[in-house]
């Protein structure tokens, strides 16, 4: 109908209580949603559910998908769909090498996360047939410096991000993605933050680093504000740093 939102959100879950709460969020902010019961052990359990959403949620257009048997079993791939999985698999590990490439040559240099996301997220979208559509002028033409404020739904924010990191951009990050092999060493040599969460000493004395980065070397921060991947869960609770770095240095929040 006319009347809804064309915005449609998918839910999915590893649990059915997963799936449903999932659910029940995407359905507070659209009328339109996809349920994927593919990570289900049982997805035929979930019908039931899904009926009581339909009764509880009247007007709502929701469409349930799932490539598994309805009992449990293995995934019903297509072999285009395994093919599209093995390239994306030698495609982040050859995007790997020619970022550490790229990091050796410039190291933290500002410039590499750009770069970087580049040859990470563009063919991967051509890898597996998505398009999308871009409106992201306000990020990529924000004037120098400040911290663009993104939330982090799930590891395919990698391949949307990948198209609209800004110039001279760089991202906060925890400590622990450095020994992520190949993609942790590129993305210290791309000059990104690095904070110990667990350690707070460590962690003010990189924000204070932060703040005088950004009042003086013309760069801008990229920060998640939930601070962490919402595993399709919706937005969470979002923390403080970034704000608060935005205070310290004087410089502007775009979200």
């Not at 449903?20 to 593919?38: N, V, W």
């Not at 410039?106 to 597996?128: E, K, Q």
Request: aromatic share 6%; charged share 15%; net charge positive.
């Amino acid at each position: 109908p006319a009347s809804l939102p064309k915005l449609c959100i998918t839910a999915t879950g590893h649990t059915l209580k997963d799936l449903i709460g999932c659910a029940r969020t995407a359905l507070s902010q659209s009328q339109f949603i996809e349920l994927r019961l593919d990570w289900l052990p049982r997805p035929a359990d979930a019908i039931p559910h899904i009926a009581n959403l339909f009764a509880s949620s009247p007007g709502a257009v929701i469409q349930a998908t799932c490539r598994r048997k309805p009992n449990g079993g293995e995934f019903v791939g297509s072999v285009p769909d395994q093919l599209r999985i093995l390239l994306l698999a030698v495609h982040f590990v050859i995007a790997s090498v020619i970022g550490l490439l790229i990091g050796l040559c410039r190291p933290f240099n500002p410039d590499n996360s750009r770069l970087c996301a580049r040859v990470y997220g563009i063919p991967a979208l051509r890898i597996m047939g998505m398009r999308q559509r871009i409106e992201a002028d306000g990020v990529l033409n924000h004037q120098r410096p400040a911290i663009i404020v993104a939330n982090h739904i799930s590891n395919h924010d990698l391949f949307v991000f990948g198209q609209v990191v800004p110039v001279r951009t760089v991202s906060l990050g925890k400590t622990s993605l450095k020994w992520l092999p190949l993609f942790g060493q590129l993305y210290w040599l791309a000059g990104n933050v690095l904070v110990d969460r667990g350690n707070a000493v460590q962690a003010r004395r990189a924000m204070e680093t932060t703040t005088d980065t950004l009042q003086h070397k013309d760069m801008s921060l990229w920060v998640f504000a939930e601070g962490t991947r919402g595993h399709g869960k919706g937005l969470g609770p979002f923390k403080k740093g970034a704000f608060l770095m935005a205070i310290n240095a004087g410089v502007p929040i775009v979200p």
